[in-house]
DNA sequence: CTTCTGACA
DNA sequence: TGTCAGTA
């Protein structure tokens, strides 16, 4: 892992300063860390301490939502890059954000997966 | 003052 | 998701 990865991936803002940088809520920022789309240190105190990382899968997450992407979609979408990382790890040099960016079209292009329609656990797979 | 967990008029 | 409570 570069230096450069490993700066991105220390925790060292508190959730005020999340809130102010992604202008999500408290209450949604702690959502998504319940659904495992990110993963905050704790301090000593029991405080959330989010990494740059974590801030910009927020800033993603915002970006799936106002384009009508639901929970499930979003965790698919992070999901479906996990299993491709697998994968391509040994074979293709496309980046994390590259699988997202495919899968993601992908996804928009079925449309569906909008707030309103409940879950969509049964889609097929893509 | 800031954040945390749990709960729901 | 908002928000209020009672803490740490």
Do not use: C, W
């Amino acid at each position: 892992m570069s230096e450069k990865e490993l700066r991105r991936s220390m925790s060292v803002f508190p959730i005020g300063t999340v809130i102010k940088l992604t202008d999500l809520s408290a209450r949604q920022i702690r959502y998504y860390e319940e659904q495992d789309l990110i993963h905050p240190e704790r301090s000593e105190g029991n405080r959330r301490l989010y990494s740059l990382n974590d801030i910009d899968v927020l800033l993603e997450i915002k970006d799936y939502l106002s384009d009508g992407l639901n929970m499930a979609g979003i965790k698919r979408v992070y999901k479906m890059q996990k299993e491709e990382e697998k994968k391509a790890r040994n074979k293709k040099p496309l980046t994390d954000k590259d699988v997202r960016r495919i899968f993601y079209d992908e996804i928009l292009s079925q449309g569906g997966l909008n707030p309103k329609n409940p879950f969509d656990t049964n889609r097929p797979k893509l």
